[in-house]
DNA sequence: CAGTGGTCTAGACCACTGA
DNA sequence: CAGTGGTCTAGACCACTGA
């Protein structure tokens, strides 16, 4: 183990601990330096660190001190769902339901990014596992960002799919909720009206660029997402 | 800006518009250096902060190269509940329904760690905002990792509130999914069973010794969850 | 205005590993 | 075995800012 990420690991040890409470002042790196006898740019390097990872405040003159508290933030994994039914050993489908060109409506309910960047692509489908349908999608996609998607054939390959190999996003936004199904798709999902779905909703960005908003709604228990802090 | 944030945002800006697509090679650090006319150690902190982001691969004697694909890990923003509410501008209350030390039972269906763990405090109850009920949770809490707290007092604070500030968790890992209102407490949020849930399993440890079970089921529609990648 | 962190240099020794 | 990245040193100059 490098001196540096001993360093590193012995102050993040101090605060998980509770030793170092939130705004307990470090040792600067004078003091560090003389303490483990090793040169500043290792020091800096170990609290560099833990500064990005939002355990310490870093200020001039005020010296080091920690943060407020442990971040709240989780990472997320975000499956691709074509690559996790495969996963399970099931067979992925996307069933095309509708495809048009038009422009936004009202009852869409977009933001004003994708509303008015002019002509869209809508596609419905269903999310298949095994010829059981466990997820619906809408998504509504700007063809002045992706003109070539006109192309695309959504009876071989979601547009999920289509748009990563093709124009990767480089910003996204996920927005995590439960729904009712809507008596507009429940039937393709074999569910009553009103039955619980875990709804996803997705805005994707490639640059300044507004690419894709996704509505996918999961059939309760078909799928789980799973976020996670620490070593784990 | 700094030399070593030009340098690492040229190249992060070459991957994200595919100029550099995975498995390419990114020049060697003497290379660059030479490009920029800077030291090595300044090249170095440039490639190290990518490859820990995930963007690179650094491997001795083959070199640098571009990670398979942009990690698909999201940051989930997990806001405190009380905080979240107060943030809406309505009043939060815990409303505290059942409270018992026992052992783990098989419908309790927890995870080994927590079930071998011994005597439990069992706590049930409903988080409120402006007196409207907007989840209900039920969690499980090892006594032998938490003796003190016994004497906690869940009528003027909910119980996750408690362990946070007496012995915040080092890891967590949390399941969202959807789930339908269960007969035995859909009345508590005024719901009829089997009406669309927002279900958060969070399990925590603190270092090696396992903490708390808990789940919550959110009233569709009253909490969502936001996670995000990228600058947005 | 003194101490802090931010950055950078010009070296060095080393472990690793694929041509 | 030559080139790569990993680590570290012993300095330096600077901007910032709170005692």
Redesign the interface.
Known sequence: MALHDRIRTEIEGQI?S?ALKPGDKVPSEHELMAHYGCSR?TVSKALTALSGAGLLQRRKRAGTVVAP??T?????????LAVEIARRGQAYRFRLIAREVRKARPEDALDDGLARAGPLLFVRGVHCADDVPIAHEARYISLAAVPEIVEADFTRESPGSWLLRHI??????????????DAAWAPLLNLEP??????IERKT?R?EARITLVRQS?V??S??????????
Do not use: Y
């Open positions: 998980l509770g740019m508290r442990p709240e933030t989780m990472v997320l994994d975000v499956p691709d990767p996003w480089t910003e996204a936004e996920n927005r995590i909720g439960a729904v009712g199904a009103g039955a619980a779905c875990l709804s960005w640059g999961f309760a228990g799928f789980e997402l799973v976020a996670r802090f620490g070593a784990a």
